[in-house]
């Protein structure tokens, strides 16, 4: 009887830890598929992740990205507001629902989450400066041009290397009428790329209004 009750509970012990291990594979496998570039695959794997534990945070998040990245953007907004309801804190579903609200045309409402995400983030944060680009984006949509030079500013301090994002603080710029540093930034903008059509063009037009 000793020996089948102990046979009984290594069976049990074998069973949660293969769970385990295959709870712990399926989320590095969605991870994985998500930098792949498999964002359906890797969107299946934390549905079904989510069915074995509906609180399981990095399930939503990395579904949220993937969700983003496939253009899925409704569905985004909907996931990153369930995980948040779980974890109300997640800096990363704050700034993934920015982004879903931002491509749904939501100015209001993504600029509330783009704020949270920067005021609680540190100023090493991965997505900091993606924040910032989008803000200045949403400050371009409403034709707040100034605000949109100060987001977009921060945005490519973070991220200098961006050659778009040097185009759109031109273009900002160039619309707040600050020329000479609309052509700074298109100049830098051409330095990354020289092949840059829309700088090239920023960078003509704004030097015909300087002459």
Known sequence: MKNKSILIISLCLL??????????????????????????ESIQVCEEELKLNPNRIESYVVMCWALIKNKQYAEAEERASE???????????????????????????????????????????SRVGVAYYYMGEIFIRQA????????????????????TWWVRLGYAREMAKNYRKALEAYEEALRLNSSSSDASRGYERVNAKLQ
């Open 15 to 40: 069973f949660s830890s293969q769970l385990v291990a295959q709870v712990s594979n399926a989320k590095q496998d969605a991870l994985v598929l998500y930098h792949n570039g498999k964002y359906r």
């Open 83 to 125: 995980g948040l309801a779980v974890s109300p804190y997640d800096l990363r579903l704050i700034e993934a629902l920015g982004e879903a609200k931002y491509y749904l045309g939501k100015n209001t409402g993504a600029m509330e989450q783009f704020q949270r995400y920067v005021a609680g983030a540190s100023e090493s944060g």
């Open 144 to 163: 707040r041009y100034q605000h949109a030079d100060i987001a977009l500013s921060s945005a490519v301090k973070k991220e200098p290397l961006l050659d």
